[in-house]
Structure formats: structure tokens, C-alpha cells
């Protein structure tokens, strides 16, 4: 099988000449396949010498033909202008052109008021095209290759995603992720580039996905290294968002190694950002906690965790001090006397669970093992749930959801909600809705869980005070772990 392109300028003679020597060809023979290049006359010497550069090539005139091996792809080969392709036909299958150069005038005419007309259709569809422009920080991270697919598939931020994948040091495995995103040839994808500016890469930004991580290696620093290397990356992360994005840009915060400084990343985030709203567009991701806390729950009910809802994570993050209400969880399509479609009828989670002493002393410690377990079975990370948490997450605060009154734990504002007075980030319920968050209005908690709410209130002011954030997050330039963790139950 054979494939030949044949480019040249669009009111060309001899282009229009090698055109439809090659459709006669296509024509007459099923192996035969070929591709046609018009290109505008004023913008053709600069596009011939960017074309023969490429494939190390000579060649001065219009058209220019080559051969490309259809199935294998790579560089062609070279075959020469309009008169050598004639002659290639005529000596391999015995066809020629036969109109006259009056003919193949106007028809280069034709073509050249076809090409224009092509132009002004294509500029066009550019004008209407409305681009949301979607940002990801450290696209090495593992979770980018879960979430990826899921997001260009089900079409959660519009029909036109231009993507930037921000990284400091373009390296392979950027370059692989690159490709692999490529590869999936999504319909809503319109544009990818790495991008390692972070002013062009947050530029006119309408989402930002964060999944920077913390140095791991920082105890192990040597006293003699640059600490730079070492700076909380989320510092000039904020600078550079809240400079370049749009001022109604949304902020997912959700790094997967130093997923416990979550909240508290949050908070210093927030500290930077002056002119877009953090109250109302910043967000944590709490929600791998809440599903784990879900999972547990499902597997004691014997039942699937969808079918579990309003398990609310209260406070900072499984290793930080948190508690896990289910004062107002609830299942559907439970094993019991009273049988109903899913999801028509609900029944609170607590009075289904037999043994209460299981809810207050072994499901917290279930709760914070269950990653560490299913890592050990997998003797590896465990990654889809953390991975699967960011998606759902995005689909509610994306998606209008109005028929959903579900209850989910979110890294968000907490100020003024649920008696919470101090200005801080912490993990509490909100509803989703109109491609919105929204805090529950006369929220009732049980008497145990203001009390422990009023405990980790206090523990978080202590940890992300302006005096802790200057000691250890500016002034020594880099991180360090936080306090020692307290488990609130």
C-alpha cells in the first residue's frame, strides 16, 4: 500500500496538475492513497523551509511530493516536484494527465478561492470555539494517569479543554504522559502543552489541579545544601495562580504523598490569595476519607458503598486530629424487613449496625489501617480510591447535581458554619449543587460532636497560625511535618 502527499501553493498550475494525477491514481487503484496539502502562496517558502529542515531535504519549488509508509509511519521519502510524480505515474502504472496548462490554470485559480473560502469557515469555527482552560501541577504524580480518562470522558468541564501540564523540569516521563493523553484521542480535548512558565502555565486558568507533594527527604537534608530545593512549592504555586488565573478560577488541593498536610496547605494557599476568593473557589480534598470511612461501613453492612451516604469527615485528615460522624449517615438497599427500589428509601446507618460497640471503638481504627492494609496486600500505594476521590469531587463542584441532597466532606471555609468561629480551612459537610458548595444552614451536631469539634478547632489554630506558618513555612523556606498527630474520637 502507498501513500503519497503532494503540497504546494493553493493557486498553483502544477500543484492542481499533481492533484489530480494522484486522484486518478486513487481512483483506479485500492492500494493507492493520497494525501493533499494546499497552502497559502504567501506563506509557502517559510512552510517549505520549516518542511525541508525537518526531513533534510532540498527542494525550491512548488509542488513538492513525497512518499510516507502508511503503516509505519516516521520520515518519508522524498519523490520531487509536480514533473517527477508524472513521470513516476506514467512509468509505474501508465497514467498521465492530459488538460492543458489553460485549465490547469483556472483550476489553480479555483482552488485558491476554494483554499480561502476553507480559511474563513476554519477562523470561523476557532471564533466559536469558548476554551476552558485546565491547569495540572506536578502531572508526574501517579493519580494523573487514574483521573485523566475520567475527566476528558465524561465531558465534566466542557467540549473544549485546552490542557497545561505545569512541571519545573521537563523530563521522559513528562513526556510519556504527554503522549499517553495524546493517545486517547478525546472529542473534548482540543489543545495539550507542558508548560514550565508558571505565569503562562495558570494564564486566563479556569481550573487548577494541584497535586504538588511535599519533599520527602527534608529530615535528611544536609545543613550545607541550598534549601530552595527544599521550599513548600504551594508558596509560589498561590503567587503565581492568584497573578495569572482567572479571578473566578476553581482550586483543587489534593496532593497524594503529603495528603495528611492537606488542610493545612490549604490554609497557607489561602493566605496568598488576594484577588481571587478563597472562601468561595479553593477547595481540599477530604473525600478519600470520607470513601474509606464509607468502604468500611458498606463491607460491615454487606452492602455496596454507594448505597452509603452522609458519612461526614469533620476536622483535618485521618493521621491530624478528625472525627467521623454518622450522626446523620444513611443506606438504601439494605438486607432488611423493609424492601424498596434504591435510593427511594433510606435507613439511618447507625440503627442498622447491631453491635454499636463496633462504631465507637473498632471503626475509627479500621478507618485509619484500611490504606496501610490494602497496601501491604498490594505491596504497593494504594492509588484508585485517592485517584477516584479527586474525580467525584470535581464532577459535584462541576456538574449541576440539583436532585442530589447527599451530604459530602469537603476542605473548604469553615468560618461562620456550624458555631466555628475562627478564620481557618477544616474538613466539614457541604452540599453540592449548581457548580457550587454551600454549607448546611442549621446544621443540629450531637452534643459529642461539638464537643470534639470545638477540640480540633483549637488544635488547628494552633497549627496553622500566622506564627507557625512564619517559622517553619517562610522563614526556614522549607517544610517540615506537623505536630505530633491527635486522633479525636
Known sequence: MAKFVIAGKANCPYFAKAELLGDEL????PGFKIHKIPVDPDHWDTWL???????????????????????????????????????????????????????????????????????????????????????????????????????????VFSKDIFIRLYCKNQTENIEGIFMEIQDLASPHLRSIKVVQDPAEAFKDCDFAIILDDLDEDIDEKNEDEDLEKYKNPYINLAKAIDQNAKQNCKILISPFNSRNETYALVNLVSKYLKRINPKKYLIGNSMCDEMIAKAIVAHRLR??????????????????????????????????????????????????VADKQWINKDFISLVIDRENSVSEMLRRKSI??????????????????????????????????????????????????????????????????????????????????KKFIDDYYIKNGYDVKLVTPKVVY
Not at 316 to 328: H, I, P, R
Not at 425 to 431: A, D, G, N, Q, W
Request: proline share 3%; aromatic share 12%; net charge negative.
Open 26 to 29: 486513487a481512483l483506479n487503484l
Open 49 to 155: 523551509k520549516d518542511l525541508c529542515q525537518k526531513n533534510n531535504w532540498k527542494h525550491s519549488k512548488s509542488p513538492i511530493v513525497w512518499r510516507e509508509l502508511l503503516d509505519r509511519g516516521g520520515k518519508g521519502i522524498l519523490l520531487g516536484d509536480g514533473n517527477a510524480f508524472q513521470e513516476y505515474a506514467l512509468t509505474y502504472y501508465g497514467i498521465k494527465c492530459e488538460l492543458t496548462s489553460g485549465d490547469l490554470t483556472k483550476i489553480g485559480t479555483e482552488n485558491e478561492e476554494t483554499f480561502h473560502i476553507v480559511e474563513q469557515e476554519h477562523k470561523k469555527v476557532l471564533a466559536s470555539i469558548i476554551p476552558f482552560n485546565l491547569t495540572i501541577s506536578n502531572p508526574e504524580s501517579p493519580a494523573l494517569y487514574f483521573i485523566i480518562n475520567e475527566l476528558l470522558n465524561e465531558n
Open 303 to 352: 452492602i455496596n458503598p454507594a448505597y452509603v451516604s452522609n458519612v461526614i469527615v469533620m476536622g483535618q485528615n485521618l493521621s491530624d486530629s478528625f472525627y467521623v460522624d454518622l450522626t446523620y449517615a444513611r443506606v438504601t438497599d439494605f438486607d432488611g424487613a423493609v424492601w424498596a427500589k434504591t435510593g427511594t428509601h433510606w435507613l439511618n446507618l447507625i440503627s442498622m
Open 384 to 465: 484508585l480510591v485517592f485517584a477516584q476521590s479527586i474525580v467525584k469531587l470535581i464532577n459535584l463542584w462541576n456538574l449541576p447535581h440539583e436532585k442530589d441532597t447527599s451530604l459530602y466532606s469537603a476542605i473548604v471555609y469553615a468560618k461562620g458554619n456550624y458555631g466555628i468561629k475562627e478564620d481557618i480551612f477544616l474538613s466539614i459537610p457541604v452540599k453540592f449543587e449548581k457548580e457550587s458548595y454551600f454549607c448546611i444552614k442549621n446544621f443540629r451536631m450531637s452534643d459529642q460532636t461539638e464537643s470534639v469539634l470545638e477540640e480540633i478547632i483549637a488544635d488547628t489554630k494552633t497549627r496553622i497560625s
